[in-house]
């Protein structure tokens, strides 16, 4: 049952997975196989949200926006007018007050967040791919 939870098997993989301990000396029944078939089928959402719930340490990204305006003043004058992503995030606990962290990027840090999180992405879809 572990592994279920470990990997989050679709129900294709639980069938899969559930056939080969029903084959197993000293694995399952067909009866238990049925049993745990249905219960993840009912419950599988409700378990993977509380695990991840379980998970987590800090504050969690609940909510984001964003929006572009240009700058109309500045401290330097070739930067004025020039387009500045505002971007504002709200962080918290489930059950606790949000906080709002609010930055201000230029196009050349637009396109380094963007170089990062593609980064994250890529190393996300080799994990998953693995696992």
Not at 1 to 19: S, V, W
Not at 49 to 75: G, T
């Amino acid at each position: 049952f572990g592994r279920l939870l470990k990997t989050d098997m679709d129900l294709n993989q639980l069938e899969a997975f559930l056939t080969a301990q029903t084959k197993k000396q000293g694995g399952i029944t067909s009866d238990q196989a049925a049993v745990i078939a249905k219960f993840w089928k009912n419950h599988r959402i409700k378990i993977h949200e509380s695990l991840i719930n379980q998970s987590r340490w800090d504050n969690v990204l609940k909510n984001m926006n964003w929006r572009v305006d240009l700058k109309s003043q500045s401290r330097h004058i070739d930067q004025i007018n020039t387009p500045v992503a505002i971007v504002e995030m709200e962080l918290g606990k489930n059950g606790q007050e949000s906080e709002f962290l609010c930055l201000e990027f230029d196009e050349a840090k637009v396109s380094q967040m963007l170089k990062k999180l593609s980064e994250i992405e890529e190393s996300m879809t080799l994990l998953t791919q693995t696992a």
